[in-house]
Nanobody, 127 residues
Framework: QVQLVESGGGLVQAGGSLRLSCAASGRTFRRNAMGWFRQAPGKERDFVAAISGTGATYYADPVKGRFTISRDNAKNTVYLQMNSLKPEDTAVYYC?????????????????????WGQGTQVTVSS
């Protein structure tokens, strides 16, 4: 069982930055693929970024060049650094985890493929 707790959301002006954190419990963190998703009101939950056990990173097109996902295995934590924020980035951001037997597996991009979810953290970007 993995528990995920997000933090770092808030209100920021367009062009600003935020860093989200997701702290994970359990002993499998090194083998967890970790993902960030977001959901705006009335919309589906969309893929934002993911990182494999090896540290390979993947991004959705709307955030490439602006967001950076990283992980610290010593702290069982994954981060999402968000720069040059836009009003359309406004959403609830969720951290997700999927445990594999190997660190070399490419993380999934569909929310339905993840096993564990955090409670979400609100990010609001004002224009």
């Amino acid at each position: 069982q993995v528990q995920l707790v997000e933090s770092g959301g808030g209100l920021v002006q367009a062009g600003g930055s935020l860093r989200l954190s997701c702290a994970a419990s359990g002993r499998t963190f090194r083998r967890n693929a970790m993902g960030w998703f977001r959901q705006a009101p009335g919309k589906e939950r969309d893929f934002v970024a993911a990182i494999s056990g090896t540290g390979a990173t993947y991004y959705a097109d709307p955030v490439k060049g602006r967001f950076t996902i990283s992980r610290d295995n010593a702290k069982n934590t994954v981060y999402l650094q968000m720069n040059s924020l836009k009003p359309e980035d406004t959403a609830v951001y969720y951290c997700a985890a999927k445990t594999y037997s190997s660190i070399y597996i490419t993380p999934p991009f569909q929310p339905t493929e993840y096993d564990y979810w955090g409670q979400g953290t609100q990010v609001t970007v004002s224009s």
